[in-house]
């Protein structure tokens, strides 16, 4: 199929940084082609597409991460001027491969209505509810943000306090597979957390989630750092895989929005305005069943 310029010329991670070892070969796909890429011991990324004329494609590490393009990508990226921070501490934890649209997976990390019913302990717990009203804007360079988020969680970070707290919440979406999460960072009160969550489509339905942490909490390992946001997106996975259509539906009238979806609602909207149609759902569709638990497309590397 044709993939639209929005997204074939666009940068895509594949690997969190530290999870790469130096002069091997990884293959793994990307917008449904397979591809390769390797570091050199010097750390220098160089990708191809895996056909006969192995033609090389755009590749560059920035902010923890490989990014690898099969178009031409602008040479602009988006910023994350936290990653620059002396006293943050940057690393990556880990990647899933996950049976759904990228788009799918950016969405639930912007939902918090889920928090109370899939993260309970963590990021919610009932009878705390309700997603209190919050803003939407589109900002310069036309990036999505929700800010002045509240929600009640027992433990919002390893080293959140045993009663539980308000976490204040910003979310930002900086291109249609890459979202950011500002989160209040226990300690500092004038300051917060980054949580990167950098989506590789695979394919139309099937995707990989690579998450960068940008914390500036001094005394979790980075084991404990880890666990944590692993064990996070560990509960989030049920609820993916189990997503009907794997493609994210644009039209408001296939699922009915609320109040609380006000985020979601504008990302729709967005992609939808600037032409995105790689990993989307249209009615004349048939929606696709769920395949068998940890079935991957082929050529993928978990």
């Known amino acids: 199929m044709t993939v639209e310029s929005v997204v074939w010329d666009e940068w895509y991670p594949v690997a969190i940084a530290e999870d790469v070892t130096p002069c091997k070969v990884y293959k793994t796909r990307l917008l449904g082609h397979s591809i390769e890429y390797a570091c050199d011991a010097a750390g220098r990324l160089t990708a191809w597409r895996d056909n006969a004329e192995r033609t090389p494609c755009r590749a560059l590490t920035r902010y923890h991460a490989h990014w690898v393009s099969l178009g031409e990508p602008s040479d602009g990226f988006f910023a994350l001027p936290e990653f620059d921070e002396p006293d943050r501490r940057a690393l990556g934890a880990g990647s899933m491969a996950v049976h759904v649209?990228?788009?799918?997976?950016?969405?639930?990390?912007?939902?918090?209505?889920?928090?109370?019913?899939?993260?309970?302990?963590?990021?919610?717990?009932?009878?705390?509810?309700?997603?209190l009203p919050y803003d939407v804007s589109i900002e310069p360079p036309g990036e999505i943000f929700a800010r002045n988020c509240r929600f009640f969680q027992p433990k919002g970070a390893p080293t959140a306090a045993e009663e539980g707290h308000d976490a204040q919440y910003v979310y930002r979406v900086a291109r249609p597979f890459v979202a950011l999460l500002y989160k209040s960072s226990p300690g500092h009160q004038e300051r917060m957390d980054v949580i990167g969550l950098f989506v590789q489509p695979l394919t139309e339905e099937w995707c990989k989630a690579h998450t960068l942490l940008l914390y500036l909490?001094?005394?979790?390992?980075?084991?404990?750092?880890?666990?944590?946001?692993?064990?996070?997106?560990?509960?989030?996975?049920?609820?993916?895989?189990?997503?009907?259509?794997?493609?994210?539906?644009?039209?408001?009238?296939?699922?009915?929005?609320?109040?609380?979806?006000?985020?979601?609602?504008?990302?729709r909207r967005w992609l939808d305005q600037r032409g995105v149609r790689y990993g989307t759902y249209r009615e004349l569709e048939s929606p696709a069943m769920p395949?068998?638990?940890?079935?991957?497309?082929t050529g993928e590397i978990a």
């Open 101 to 131: 649209s990228g788009l799918r997976a950016i969405e639930n990390f912007l939902d918090m209505a889920h928090f109370p019913y899939v993260h309970d302990g963590y990021l919610g717990s009932e009878p705390y509810t309700d997603v």
């Open 291 to 297: 395949a068998p638990a940890g079935h991957l497309p």
């Open 217 to 267: 909490d001094e005394t979790t390992p980075d084991s404990g750092l880890r666990l944590f946001q692993q064990t996070i997106f560990g509960q989030d996975l049920m609820l993916l895989s189990n997503e009907i259509p794997k493609k994210m539906p644009l039209d408001s009238r296939f699922e009915i929005p609320v109040r609380a979806d006000a985020m979601s609602m504008a990302y």
